[in-house]
């Protein structure tokens, strides 16, 4: 019996693949607890949302349910990482040596989702040569050179947002198509750049969800 | 001529929420370029959204823009930080003075919109009565008396998974109605408990975003 179907991963809404890791999370807890077996009801229960959303969602990750049942949790957790492509490695280089920049070093949790940092970098001569949870910090003085030479995909900038386009614009020159922007502005792919994808996590989202509602 | 409507914070969607902060942020700058009136349409070109949209997200507010022509810089800047409740103080401690941790207590970008941290809580004794960006570092241990003396509404929760649940519902039972968790994990509010927010910042879905589609 066929398991899986074909994936298209740019038919799929944003707010769909915003909502898999989620999903990911409840069905490794549930294969930790030796559950075989896991309905589309239950994940929604345990995310609070309908389950209807739930069976849409996973869809998109080519898993094919069995009704009245639910999913084989193996197979959805093989589903959702292939999807996800949680299940190869992304190389990246975490750009500002700051607070932030220092604690995404230490977040070792994408390690196991293919988030593989190995390097960062920072102006500041005092941090250049210092590890962070065994990660060296270089000078910014290399980062285009050492971009196109090491393989990076991926770059995570956690930089103050007067310097945020400027280095942006030399890591997009270097070639890297995926930014994790962590800086308060905006920014913006040169024109001419094809295929870049920069995504901004803006913190004040969230507070304004708790200064509005509670 | 009026103003503004009156605003109904409660029939606001999350993801019109989320997206306000954006809106001030563009305005604010537009006031700092010496703008007087803005339009729906120019906000949306800046924010790359339908001009419909930021409209209709606009009118949350209470603002009334004025036809073909926009919405007062001054007035739009007033009723943005009135609906976000960022025109009052709202007092918040971080529980857990780990490297993201400090990271936010240094994040003092959120101080001019009502965020005021006055504390940080650690069981670390090492960096109890230390201070971070001038913030005091207390022992969890006096946590519940200094929530309930000192009139905290938020806590930002940047501790380990396998003790959050545990902190939150003593956050919760100090009377906490607002909870920022930064967290790995989902967190309940425990039975009995009512008019709690718990929001999840969760990495994952950025990080999920750019792993699909870069």
Redesign the interface.
């Known amino acids: 019996m066929k398991k899986f179907r074909p994936i298209d991963?740019?038919s799929?809404s944003?707010p769909t693949?915003?909502?898999?890791?989620?999903y990911l999370?409840v069905v490794r807890q549930a294969e930790a607890d030796g559950v075989v077996v896991i309905s589309g009801t239950t994940i929604a229960q345990?995310?609070e949302l309908e389950p209807i959303q739930v069976r849409k969602d996973l869809a998109v990750t080519g898993i094919i349910g069995k009704p009245r049942v639910g999913y084989v949790v193996k197979d959805l957790i093989t589903a959702l990482e292939h999807?996800?492509?949680?299940d190869v490695t992304?190389t990246a280089v975490v750009i500002g040596a700051?607070?932030?920049g220092?604690?995404l070093l230490?977040?070792t949790?994408?390690r196991k989702?293919?988030?593989n940092v190995i390097a960062a970098f920072d102006t500041d001569v005092a941090k250049v040569g210092k590890r962070f949870h065994g990660i060296e910090v270089f000078s910014t003085d290399e980062l285009s050179s050492y971009l196109t030479t090491h393989g990076v995909?991926?770059v995570i900038l956690t930089i103050p947002a007067h310097v945020a386009q400027e280095i942006c614009t030399k890591v997009i020159e270097a070639g890297v198509?995926?930014i994790?922007n962590f800086t308060?502005i905006?920014l913006k792919v040169p024109e001419g750049q094809t295929g870049v994808?920069i995504?901004k996590?803006?913190?004040?989202?969230?507070?304004?969800?708790?200064?509005?509602?509670?």
């Not at 693949?17 to 989620?22: C, K, V």
């Not at 999807?83 to 949680?86: E, Q």
């Open positions: 991963r740019m799929a944003l693949i915003r909502r898999l890791p989620a999370q345990e995310l999807f996800l492509r949680w992304h700051g607070h932030l220092t604690a230490g977040h949790e994408f989702n293919g988030l995909t991926l198509k995926a994790w308060s905006k994808l995504q996590e803006d913190l004040s989202s969230g507070y304004a969800v708790l200064s509005v509602r509670a």
